[in-house]
C-alpha cells in the first residue's frame, strides 16, 4: 500500500496490525553522465517497491524523500552536474515533523532505508544521522506530550526493561547492509549501473559513459544480471527482517 492513496479504513486496519511504514531516504545528486541524478534514491525506492507488490497488503510505503545532504564531494551543481545539498539540520526539522506526526498518527513500526554515503554508517553521514536524530527527537517529545514529565519514572514504567522498547518504533537503516560484503560498493559504477539497469533500464544511458570520471569507469562491466542477484539479496534481506515472509505463511495458511 501506499501511505498517499490509502483511505482512512486502511490506515485503521493497518494500525491494528501495527503494519511496517517503509521510507526512501535518499539525494539528488551527480552520476557521471550515464546515470540520472536521483540514483541513490531511486535504488531504495525500486527496492521497497518491489517489496510491496510481493507483499501488497503487509507494507505501507510513504512517498520518497530525494532531498536529503548529497553534500558536492563528488561535484558541485556547476556544469549541468546540477547536485543539490540541503543542509543536515533543514532535513532533521523536517523529518522530526514527519515523524512526530506518524507517531500521532499511532504508527509505531517506521522503517526508512539509506544508500547515499554509507560506508560509514555506524559512524553516521549527514542524511542517515539527520533523520536518526529527528526519530529520537520525535519519539522523546511524543512521550512527554502523551504522558507527561517523568514518564520514565514513573512506577507503570517499572517493566521498562523487559518489554517492548518505543525507541525501537523509528529505525533507520542502511539499504544494502546484507550484500554490500559480497558485492562491495561505488558510485555510478558497476554495482550502482547494474542495480540501475534491472530497476529502471530505461533510465541508464551507457551511450553517454565516459571514462573521464574515474569512479564510473568500471560500469562498463555492469550487467543487468549482477543487478537482478544485487536487488534480489537486498529485498530478501529486508523481507526477513520484517518478518514478510512470516507473515506470506500465515496467509496461506489461512
Not at 540520472?36 to 505501507?60: A, F, H, M, S, W
Not at 534491472?198 to 544480471?225: C, G, I
Request: proline fraction near 4%.
Amino acid at each position: 500500500m501506499h501511505y498517499h492513496e490509502m483511505l482512512p479504513c486502511q490506515v485503521r486496519e493497518a494500525l491494528k496490525k501495527q503494519l511496517p511504514v517503509l521510507l526512501g531516504i535518499g539525494t539528488l545528486e551527480f552520476h557521471s553522465e550515464h546515470l540520472p541524478l536521483g540514483v541513490d534514491t531511486q535504488i531504495v525506492q525500486g527496492c521497497l517497491e518491489r517489496l510491496e507488490k510481493q507483499y501488497p497488503n503487509d507494507v505501507i510505503l510513504l512517498p520518497p524523500f530525494y532531498y536529503g545532504a548529497a553534500s558536492y564531494a563528488v561535484s558541485g551543481p556547476e556544469d549541468g552536474h546540477a547536485t543539490i545539498d540541503i543542509d543536515s539540520m533543514a532535513i532533521c526539522t523536517l523529518a522530526e515533523q514527519l515523524f512526530t506526526g506518524l507517531l500521532e498518527a499511532g504508527f509505531r513500526n517506521i522503517h526508512g532505508f539509506v544508500y547515499h554515503q554509507t560506508e560509514n554508517f555506524n559512524q553516521g553521514m549527514p542524511t542517515d544521522l539527520a533523520f536518526r536524530f529527528a526519530g529520537r527527537r520525535a519519539i522523546f517529545r511524543y512521550l512527554e506530550k502523551s504522558r507527561g514529565r517523568g514518564w520514565w519514572g514513573d512506577s507503570s514504567m517499572k517493566e521498562y526493561y523487559s518489554g517492548d522498547n518505543i525507541f525501537d518504533s523509528i529505525q533507520i537503516h542502511r539499504l544494502a547492509e546484507e550484500v554490500r560484503n559480497h558485492f562491495g560498493g561505488d558510485h555510478a559504477g558497476k554495482i550502482e549501473t547494474s542495480a540501475m539497469m534491472e530497476l529502471y533500464p530505461q533510465l541508464v544511458h551507457m551511450e553517454l559513459h565516459t571514462n573521464r570520471d574515474w569512479f564510473a569507469q568500471s560500469a562498463l562491466n555492469a550487467t543487468k544480471e549482477i543487478g537482478r542477484d544485487y536487488v534480489g539479496g537486498i529485498v530478501r534481506h529486508w523481507e526477513e527482517f520484517l518478518g514478510l515472509d512470516k507473515q506470506a505463511g500465515k496467509a496461506s495458511e489461512q
